[in-house]
């Protein structure tokens, strides 16, 4: 009596195989550490996010190569991270951080919309062009901080134009296109970090005479703005 010996090897590793592909294929940014030489998804939204905040990437291609590199190298140096050009977790939560992005209780990404990033990143490019990029991040805070407060409307749009509130609106340079500064300060404030320390107002001391805004109590001096609530 012959036995017959059925190739259930080789259907289990054709079965192991298929996972492992859908596995790589539907990776995400996270799940893995990315360095020189990586490729996939993970590396295509790691040069999106790098690219949002004003890093040069080259082409999104997917392909972790020197320009990739030195994006990440350049972030890290910024952000007081470890430099090495390596996409571990610490760089990606940060990364992950200045985009914006938390979660709901579902796990489903959150965050700013594209409008609300590019109108605040032009209210920085527009009223504090030239200050240190601390003070960069101080001014998009006090946007944040005056949608906090009920002295204030409650949207990033309502606040840069509500009338008389800024003078780039009044004088246009609101509308001028932002800098790679100006993009990374404003998700930066995005992300909770306020060098301002809970201010509703700045003012340059050197331009302004206005009673008003004297008369506030000041908080903090960050290049030619003081920061008052």
């Not at 610490?90 to 700013?112: D, F, H, R």
């Amino acid at each position: 009596m012959k036995l017959r010996i059925r190739p259930v090897g080789l259907a289990i590793i054709g079965v192991v195989l298929t996972l492992m592909l859908g596995a790589v294929a539907y990776a995400a940014l996270g799940d893995h550490v990315l360095g020189r030489g990586a490729r996939g998804p993970e590396v295509s939204e790691l040069q999106q996010k790098l690219a949002r905040l004003g890093y040069v990437v080259g082409p999104i291609d997917g392909k972790y190569g020197p320009k990739t590199q030195a994006a990440v190298t350049r972030f890290q140096k910024e952000r007081g991270l470890r430099v090495d050009g390596v996409a571990g977790p610490q760089t990606i939560n940060e990364l992950k951080l200045l985009s914006g992005e938390s979660t709901t209780a579902s796990g489903k990404p959150v965050g700013y919309k594209n409008s609300d990033v590019n109108l605040l990143a032009r209210l920085v490019n527009a009223e504090a062009r030239g200050e240190p990029y601390k003070g960069q991040v101080a001014v998009a805070a006090v946007v944040l901080n005056r949608i906090k407060s009920s002295e204030f409307p409650n949207t990033i749009a309502d606040i840069v134009y509500q009338p008389g509130a800024f003078s780039s609106v009044s004088d246009g340079q609101i509308n001028l296109a932002p800098g790679s500064s100006a993009i990374r300060a404003a998700r930066e404030a995005m992300s909770g970090v306020d060098p301002s320390y809970g201010a509703l107002f700045f003012f340059n001391p050197a331009k302004t005479s206005n009673r008003f805004i004297w008369s506030r109590p000041q908080i903090i001096k960050i290049g030619n703005h003081i920061f008052t609530r």
